[in-house]
């Protein structure tokens, strides 16, 4: 059929509409490997004017990542200082074990430290009750490291029937910031006196805290734990130490589309948390005594931290051809399928597409373990001397 025939059929907008939508695509991919681009974005489509006797054309405008000329990546200088695990955080873990199973014995003294009190309190700042701040009949463990200053030396010496007013600080650096630095009195009523009798740590003690059958293996275990966490702390700080020494040394412009998507991932992340902390987002920027565009500009420089950080780590990976085999895949997807308790056809499912951003992720921390083997560590305390 003519295309003219064909216009006056269909109309000049559908027909255009459906290459669009039918051809482009296929265009545009290919144009994109003809010209070795890397987009970040999709792009924004213009169909140019068309001209009698030649075919449609397309106009696409894409940002791309942007050329990275790699300096020194290797061997990397950095200061680091190894966690070392010792036999009192063995027997600390140990002990931590014991009190979470420890039996609660009424008691006839007043309350110390380290005992569990049965009380009443509501919590006031300037003669106003604050939300989140009373409780009835709640059990807690006086210590003065899970409560803010005063609040469970306050308590210590009460026994119970005892009614006291209590006098606290909130820390400048409160999670909730519209209490921080503030003072708080606390009205306390002590119901019951309590302290943690512990079981006997033996190998009876292992077997019923867990899969171990004697207090060694036991002991064993928890240092190979310890032992890992240990390990992973001193990846994370040698990471972030080798990381700053790339940013210092590179230097090349950032797409703004990435940057101001990291951004709102920021805001996202503040979001949450201020949910999380049972706020509106409104009362959370009141708090914090910012606009959300002011909130905004201050995250923007950390935004291109992370963005710079992110096209140098998949730089090297290229340069460095690391990347995420289908053995990677299934560990990772192994592993989450531990984490959340699920088989892991079932996460794979739950993933869809985004298996896509698990490889990214893969690679990152495949780029990101080479950097650490192939850095010059030297000891933190050495560095201090030199």
């Known amino acids: ?6 216009e006056q059929n269909y109309g000049t907008d559908v027909i255009n509409s459906q290459a669009m939508e039918d051809v482009v695509p296929e265009v545009y991919t290919r144009a994109i490997r003809e010209h070795d681009l890397d987009p970040v974005e999709r792009p924004h489509m213009e169909l140019l004017p068309h001209e009698d006797g030649k075919p449609m054309r397309v106009k696409a405008t894409v940002t791309v990542r942007p050329e990275i000329e790699l300096g020194t990546y290797r061997g990397v200088e950095v200061a680091g200082e190894a966690v070392v695990v ?30 569990f009190v049965v009380m009443d309190f509501e919590g006031s700042i300037d003669g ?13 463990e006086l210590s003065a490291d899970r409560f803010i200053p005063g609040f469970a030396t306050g308590i210590a010496g009460m026994s119970a029937g005892d009614t006291r007013e209590v006098h ?25 006196v309590k ?11 292992a077997k019923n805290v867990s899969s171990n059958e004697t207090l060694e293996e036991l002991r064993a275990d928890i240092r190979r734990r310890l032992e890992a966490v240990a390990q992973n702390k001193t990846r994370k700080q040698l990471g972030n130490a ?19 998507r990291e951004v709102d991932n920021l805001v996202m992340d503040a979001r949450t948390f201020a949910s999380r902390m049972g706020m509106t987002w409104d009362a959370y920027l009141s708090a914090a005594g910012k606009t959300e565009e002011a909130l905004r500009a201050e995250l923007h420089a950390d935004a291109e931290r992370r963005v710079k950080g992110t096209l140098l780590v998949e730089a090297i990976a290229k340069r460095e051809q690391i990347n ?11 592993s989450l399928a531990d984490q959340y308790g699920q088989p892991v056809d079932r996460i794979r499912q739950a993933l869809g597409n985004n298996v896509l951003s698990l490889m990214d992720g893969i690679v990152r921390s495949k780029t990101m373990d080479w950097l650490i083997e192939q850095a010059q560590v030297k000891q933190a305390t050495e560095s201090a001397k030199s």
């Open 242 to 260: 080798i990381m700053e020494k790339l940013l210092e040394t590179h230097d090349f412009p950032l797409p703004d589309v990435m940057v101001e």
């Open 128 to 140: 106003q009750v604050f939300e989140g701040g009373s409780a009835t009949g709640q059990t807690v």
């Open 195 to 205: 302290e943690a009798e512990l079981p006997t740590i033996d190998d009876a003690f």
């Open 324 to 334: 995420a085999t289908p053995a990677d895949v299934q560990t990772e997807l192994a």
């Open 86 to 115: 010792v036999e009192e955080d063995v027997e600390r873990s140990l002990r931590a074990l014991a009190r979470d199973r420890a039996t609660l014995v009424p008691v006839s003294r007043p309350a110390q430290l380290g005992d």
């Open 168 to 192: 606290a600080t909130f820390p400048e650096g409160y999670e909730k910031a519209e209490l921080a630095g503030k003072a708080a009195t606390f009205r306390v009523a002590v119901h019951d």
């Open 1 to 6: 059929m003519p295309r003219k025939v064909f």
